[in-house]
């Protein structure tokens, strides 16, 4: 299992890396994270870096419900790995669930998108302060000039797709997303298919009959490696 | 060499106890709790500080030293590295190394690249 756990680790890597390399090439173009992700379930307003950090909390939750799983296993309290283990699936799944969630609104965006303006320039608009362009300087342009600028803009993008998206004038910004979130989010999901596949063999008193809860202690690495890897997400993706 | 041949069984058994001792030597519920409020706090401490309109470079080394804070916690204490044999320590640890030898020069091959006018 660590040998494995090597090579993923690998692979998240050369993402996290190709993405901070892409990001230094196109530094002067590239969006905040903290401009981009401000949704907040039921909140009208910004709030930054909190949806992540909720997530964050749900899935080191999740890992800890593990290690005690774990931890039940070794002394064979199969009813306290089986509630533990069942604790670590509902976690999984709500941290999937808010992936969702966040996949919803960077694709969905704004209400009224960003505007490729004829001179060159990329603005952002923000459904808080109607009418106003905002530069990625920090500068703004409101009134009659910005609805001047957006009626002679060359195009108008809302959301985000593979190829383009309202958060700045790259479409690298999207595809890092969507790939690295993706490919963790998929490595979440695979864990909790395996956990419950676990959850079923504990409950059937597999693991009884083999006097061996070792099963538990390689999912739980894998588990706790998908843990570890979003603590690296959060920080290169969301943070910085 | 009797031993060797009783049943692959039993041979199994010997080395799950192996490792439940081992496990019982650092890691209780107690640790285990201690560990998630460690990473609860510096996962708050982390999203608070990014408010505060510190130097961006500040900001930058703090995170990346925090997020390795974790990083430990998370494996040496739930993955139970810390309590495994020396040489897997050193197998799945020192290839890292190539990794951050990576994220030197893709990092400088980016800036270049931001460089050129074309």
């Known amino acids: ?240 | 060499m009797s031993e060797d041949f009783v049943s692959p069984d039993i041979h199994h058994e010997r080395i799950s106890h192996k490792g439940q001792d081992k496990a019982h030597t650092g890691l209780n519920t107690k640790v285990i709790w201690k560990v998630f409020w460690i990473l609860l706090a510096v996962t708050i401490f982390e999203v608070a500080i990014s408010f505060t309109g510190l130097s961006k470079t500040l900001l930058l080394y703090t995170f990346i030293t925090l997020t390795i804070v974790k990083a430990y916690y998370i494996v040496f204490y739930f993955m139970h590295m810390k309590f495994e044999e020396t040489a897997l320590k050193f197998s799945i640890l020192l290839p890292f190394v190539l990794i951050i030898y990576l994220i030197f020069i893709a990092i400088y091959e980016g800036i270049a690249l931001g460089l050129v006018n074309y």
């Open chain 1, 1 to 240: 299992m660590w040998i494995f756990l090597l090579s993923d680790a690998f692979t998240f890597s050369s993402l996290l890396i190709m993405y901070g390399a892409l990001r230094h090439r196109w530094a002067d173009i590239w969006p905040f994270p903290g401009e981009v992700f401000t949704h907040f379930p039921f909140i009208h307003g910004h709030v930054p870096l909190a949806y992540v950090g909720l997530m964050t909390f749900i899935l080191i939750m999740s890992s800890v419900t593990m290690v005690l799983a774990v931890d039940a296993g070794h002394s064979f309290k199969r009813k306290k790995v089986q509630m533990w283990l069942g604790f670590t699936i509902i976690g999984g799944l709500m941290f999937v669930g808010s992936q969702a969630w966040e996949w919803y609104h960077f694709i969905k965006g704004s209400g009224e998108g960003a505007y490729y303006l004829s001179d060159g320039r990329f603005a952002r608009t923000d459904d808080l302060e109607p009418g106003a362009l905002l530069f990625h300087d920090g500068t703004r342009i409101e009134g009659a000039e910005a609805e001047h600028l957006k009626s002679t803009a060359l195009k108008n993008v809302k959301g985000a797709t593979l190829y383009e998206n309202e958060y700045g004038p790259t479409p690298l910004f999207g595809n890092f997303f969507f790939f690295i979130t993706g490919f963790h989010g998929f490595h979440v999901f695979s864990g909790v298919v395996i956990n419950f596949i676990v959850f079923v063999l504990v409950s059937k008193g597999a693991l009884d009959r083999k006097k061996d809860y070792e099963l538990v202690e390689k999912v739980g690495l894998y588990w706790h490696f998908v843990d570890l890897v979003w603590v690296f997400v959060f920080t290169f993706f969301y943070l910085v």
